[in-house]
């Protein structure tokens, strides 16, 4: 059984930077893509970033695209996000997720419990 736990959510400040960790258990990351979604009261989740754990490959949403960075270390079987300049739009719950390499790309069968990211301006 494939299970996420994330942690690392909190209360900063604006331009402020804030690191995510999400640590899998059940599957090895070289064998998945991780991914990490938020979602506000009332909004749509939305895509932040993910990671290929065979090539390393990283993908991003517009939004955070060069604020954020998407890493992981196979060894710990943990993914990072790394949050920096953050904006009170950030704020959000963040859910880290996995998927096979071979699984549909819209399809994302493990999440995590979610962290709470508040930015205060």
């Known amino acids: 059984q494939v299970q996420l736990v994330e942690s690392g959510g909190g209360l900063v400040q604006v331009g402020d930077s804030l690191r995510l960790s999400c640590t899998v258990s059940?599957?090895?990351?070289?064998?998945?893509?991780m991914a990490w979604f938020r979602q506000t009261s009332g909004k749509e989740r939305e895509f932040v970033a993910n990671?290929?754990?065979?090539?390393?490959?990283?993908n991003y949403g517009s939004s955070v695209r060069g604020r954020f960075t998407i890493s992981g270390d196979v060894a710990k079987n943990t993914v990072y996000l790394q949050m920096n300049r953050l904006k009170p739009e950030d704020t959000a719950v963040y859910y880290c997720?996995?998927?096979?390499?071979?699984?549909?790309?819209?399809?994302?069968?493990?999440w995590g419990q979610g962290t709470q990211v508040r930015v205060s301006s």
């Open positions: 997720a996995a998927r096979r390499l071979s699984t549909p790309s819209d399809v994302w069968p493990h």
């Open positions: 059940g599957r090895s990351m070289g064998q998945s893509v």
């Open positions: 990671l290929y754990g065979n090539t390393g490959s990283t």
